[in-house]
Structure formats: structure tokens, C-alpha cells
């Protein structure tokens, strides 16, 4: 939930909204997108329209497809190192 946080207060900066204007935005409290920036998290529909106002809704979604979830738990092995090497 931390570097989520993290994230989202980036992609706010980035934007140059302030926490008042992201919560106007995205119909989400400003105590709320405070813990959520601050890592204490926040319910999953709060997450979605944080990101969803900052424009990175998508990027979200994608990031949890199974696909992409499975390939980050279970990272490919690098190739054998050849022998004599």
C-alpha cells in the first residue's frame, strides 16, 4: 500500500493538483487521499477513482491483470551461464 501511495501522490504532483483539487476530482475525500498517499490505504473504489482522476486508471487496471500479477511473482529464470565462462 506504501509505494501505491507513493504512486498516486506522484502522478497528483505530476498533474500539479493539489490534495483539495484530486479530492474534487474524484469525489474522494481529502482525509482519505491523505492516508491513501500516506500508505495507509483506502477501500478499493476510493483507489479507483484517485487514479481514475489523475488519468492513470488504466495504467491500474492493467498492472492487475492475472497476466502481469503472475509474471511479477514468478519472474522468468535468466539463462544458464555457459560453461568455462
Partial sequence: MRRLGTDL??????????VEELSERSGVG?????????G????LEHVLRVASALG?????????TPRNVLARANPPSPPPTPPGT
Avoid: F
Avoid at 501522490?9 to 493539489?18: F, V
Avoid at 481529502?30 to 500516506?38: D, F, K, M, P, Y
Fill in 40 to 43: 495507509q490505504g483506502a477501500p
Fill in 56 to 64: 492513470v486508471g488504466e495504467v491500474l487496471a492493467t498492472a492487475l
Fill in 30 to 38: 481529502v482525509a482519505t487521499i491523505n492516508r491513501l498517499e500516506g
Fill in 9 to 18: 501522490a506522484t502522478w497528483r504532483r505530476i498533474r500539479r493538483l493539489t
